[in-house]
């Protein structure tokens, strides 16, 4: 059945396909917590995700599906302006997701695909993987957070620097949208964007910038290497896909890079 479908693009370990405004996705273990997730945030207006409507006769998820369309390669634009605005919004959109997930209430029975093993308080259900993938534009500003697979537990800051690490982005490697491939940090040209983006989150956000931000960004990258290696090496075909392309390779890379650059961003 699913062959009639539209296989949409992206998402590393979950096969999504589209039929006419829905979306079907393959269940997981974890897959009836995050329907609470997705039930929860319709019941208190959280406007921004997707709506869970039932299980399909082949025991396929069935979600509604949200306009506009995902980025691969981000910044899509060198118009500074506008990537603040983007940022500005997804800063509101996430400071919305978090406090409507305030009132959540977890049953002993839920099961989470991954979880924050930190120092601290799990403040809210984080999204745990807000990027340019997993956040749909129209009109080239943020519409729409999908993908909530990766939701468990955990303090805001942990989505806070993974959403800072990809927007901004604190990478070694910058997208130049206009001669559309990828150049390396240099700090004469990317150092004051990087220190104002920070400002404009965290006023946007409503809250005051923590003075460790980069030790919990080395964290969570940290922790995504980590997971990509037990992961792959436990037989998760999805993960040991990712080690083979260098994704783990990659985040311990941007460790070191952040490390060495940190003290210039703040």
């Known amino acids: 059945m699913v062959s009639e479908f539209e296989r949409l693009l992206g998402g590393n370990s979950t096969s999504v396909y589209k039929q006419n405004e829905t979306v079907l996705r393959e269940q997981k273990t974890w ?23 039932g299980i399909d006769d082949s025991g396929m998820e069935v979600l509604s599906f949200v306009p506009g369309e995902c980025k691969d390669n981000y910044p899509f634009t060198n118009d500074k302006n506008k990537q603040l605005s983007i940022i500005k919004k997804v800063a509101e959109m996430m400071r919305k997701y978090h ?11 839920d099961k989470w695909m991954f979880s924050y093993n930190g120092d601290l308080e799990k403040e809210v259900i984080c999204h745990n993987d807000i990027a340019p993938y997993n956040i749909t534009f129209v009109n080239d500003m943020p519409y729409g957070m999908i993908d909530f697979d990766t939701c468990c537990p ?7 620097v993974y959403a800072l690490y990809r927007f901004v982005p604190f990478s070694e490697k910058i997208y130049d949208a206009e001669k559309q491939k990828y150049r390396s940090y240099d700090v004469d040209i990317d150092k004051e964007f ?20 980069f030790e919990q960004m080395i964290a969570r990258l940290q922790v995504l290497a980590d997971l990509i290696y037990s992961e792959a090496k436990s037989g998760n075909s999805a993960f ?20 060495e650059h940190a003290k210039e961003w703040l």
Not at 154 to 160: C, E, H, Q
Not at 195 to 213: A, E, H, R
Not at 250 to 256: M, P, R
Request: hydrophobic share 35%; net charge positive; aromatic share 12%.
């Open 194 to 213: 990087r220190k104002n983006s920070i400002g404009v989150f965290f006023d946007t956000y409503g809250m005051k910038c923590p003075k460790d931000l």
């Open 154 to 160: 955990a303090p805001r800051i942990w989505d806070i």
């Open 99 to 109: 406090d409507a997930m305030l009132s959540f209430k977890e049953k002993e029975k």
């Open 31 to 53: 897959s009836s917590t995050i329907h609470r997730v997705l039930m929860h945030l319709e019941k208190v207006g959280y406007t921004n995700s997707p709506r869970f409507i």
């Open 240 to 259: 040991q896909k990712m080690l083979e392309e260098g994704h783990r390779d990659l985040y311990l890379a941007e460790i070191g890079f952040i490390k």
